[in-house]
């Protein structure tokens, strides 16, 4: 049974897979994760290369919307559990390690995320005895003595 921490660490790793998919990142923690799925064996390390192609063309085909969202979901608990296993079969030592490697990938992924921004723009809006909420940096001019 893995211990809170390594689980967080697991789901953190589900997550940015799924999230580095759509990214210029994907090459290098795609090869990453396959590294660290692989252990040093070869073949493992391309067997996990095909897996996560395919995660990419799944959720390339997903589109965007709520049917992709499910997906997504689907995706981020596959890798999730696949983590976890690994995690549960390693040596204490060797788990620490791994852990390390699979923070790096999320970090990694983490700095690839594409940045959502929100751009309100009221120069043509006129406000007559209304208000204005919101949050962030904000200026508002009452005109009201002119």
């Known amino acids: 049974m893995l211990i ?7 789901a953190a790793g589900g997550s940015a897979v799924v999230q580095a998919a759509g990214t210029d990142a994907w090459n290098g923690i795609r090869d990453g994760f396959a590294r660290l799925f692989g252990r040093g ?10 897996r996560l192609d395919q995660t990419r063309s799944v959720l390339e085909a997903a589109g965007e919307g709520e049917g992709s969202q499910r997906v997504q979901i689907a995706q981020v608990a596959r890798w999730q559990t696949r983590l976890e296993t690994l995690l549960e079969e390693l040596p204490a030592a060797e788990q620490r390690l ?4 699979l923070q790096a990938l999320v970090a990694q992924a983490e700095a690839a995320k594409p940045v959502e921004t ?29």
């Open 4 to 10: 809170e921490g390594l689980i967080a660490v697991a």
């Open 41 to 50: 064996e070869p073949g493992r390390e391309q067997a996990e290369l095909e």
């Open 98 to 101: 791994v852990v390390a490697e």
């Open 118 to 146: 929100v751009h309100n723009d009221f120069s043509q809006a006129s406000f007559t005895n209304s208000q204005v909420l919101g949050s962030g940096t904000m200026t508002v001019t009452n005109n009201y003595d002119k």
